[in-house]
RNA sequence: GGAGACGUCGCAUAGUUCGGCCUAGUGCACCACCCUGCUAAGGUGGAGUACCCUAACGGGUACCGAGGGUUCAAAUCCCUCCGUCUCCGCCA
């Protein structure tokens, strides 16, 4: 949710970032309009409520003989009350609705427009050549016996895979060299619930535009969490964190489930775009003096990742239209595949600043003692779809493929993948 | 899945029998000040969260796991849900 102060003090800055967004302008105003009568209908109701207060104490205190007059004199106030009570609440409701349907204001510098407004920010490492014909990762991967989709598609659907052999131990191997990092840069590791209230995945923004994407099991009104993110926000809602020492960090790893709901037809090539894959996914819980440094930070990590693994890559900063509701700003990590001539996403790094902390109701205590909404900010530290990028870049023509050298320890020290006979 | 107990302002507890004197008492911890010649004790006061009104001082409203209901009035009565614990059953 966005601060209501700003909707007072700065609506224009609203107005343009819903402009840059290519979401609704108008929905400022009326956000302005909803404030206005959600406070008359407080006040209204808080009034009413306090001479009732008054009633029942001259109730209690008459004697015996009065009380039946006082009483009877005292329903039709109660009836004021309950009126005023559930005018009041309609209209915090209707303000909310509407508040919450408002997205984060972007920051400066994030460029309007849709997916291709990205503004580029830097290329990294050389893109590989071939002198000959490069496999795309399906063919590597079923050569290597790592990737199973037939049987993915016999046992699940469209869009479900088997890691079987080499690939399950590579899927592994990424998320431990994660984790490595992660905890060595402070991030403590959690491991996650995937499956959430509907409060949690409301509060995280994933419920807004895009609720069609998010698997939802109607027997449990739980909804399966398309990234660990959820819980890790979900995490400390409804409480008042101790930035003193600086900023919280965790590493959450989870399983993720996204319905791809809007994908029809797009990558439905191996495990590019899937309904289930892992992912190690870095979150912190930052001062908000301290957001856009802390994004830098995990910016910079997923960068070392990336170029320690021997992908070429570019970071983009993303258009407004191409943001979450909760971002303000998101960098995108694209590496290249050589097979597809494009980049591809491999990590994504969200800005929420207070937005998220907001809606969850996680603060801090400033030094006047009073309590604000904590910033919040996430980003990929490992995942499933690497291993497209990996297989193709570092592929030979026999089919073997060159295990860079950040990953063999976590392999055993195995330095080529063999295809299978 | 069955039976039972419990969920109170940081922690621990009182209050729930018979609704109003509980806008919630007490202890510990905490903060400020006082006292004290000493790493202690004592005294006084303060202290939760959110929202509304106010230039400010200050005032008001809500919150006793969550949500409904009964009532002039609910921590207290009724219903639903959630969570914790104990016992039993079932299953990897």
Redesign the pocket.
Known sequence: MIDPQLLRDNPDLVRRSQEARGDSVALVDEAVAAEVSR?DA??AF??L??S??Q??KQ??AAPKDE?KAL?AQ??S??AEVKAASAAASDAEAEFHRIVGSIGNPILDGVPAGGEDDFVLIKTVGDRPTFDFTPRDHLELGELLGAIDMSRGAKVSGARFSFLSGIGARLEIAIMNMGLDRAIAAGFIPLITPTLVKPEIMRGTGFLGEHADEVYHLADDDLYLTGTSEVALAGYHSDEILDLEAGPIRYAGWSTCYRREAGSAGKDTRGIIRVHQFNKLEMFSYVLPADAEAEHERLLAQQEGMLRDLGLSYRVIDTAAGDLGSSAARKYDVEAWVPTQDAYRELTSTSNCTTYQARRLDI?YRTESGK?APVSTLNGTLATTRWIVAILETHQREDGSVVVPEALRPYLGGLEILEPVA
């Open positions: 406070r407080i006040a808080e009034q409520r306090a009732q207060n009633f029942g109730v209690a009380k009483v005292a329903q106030l109660a603060r309590t």
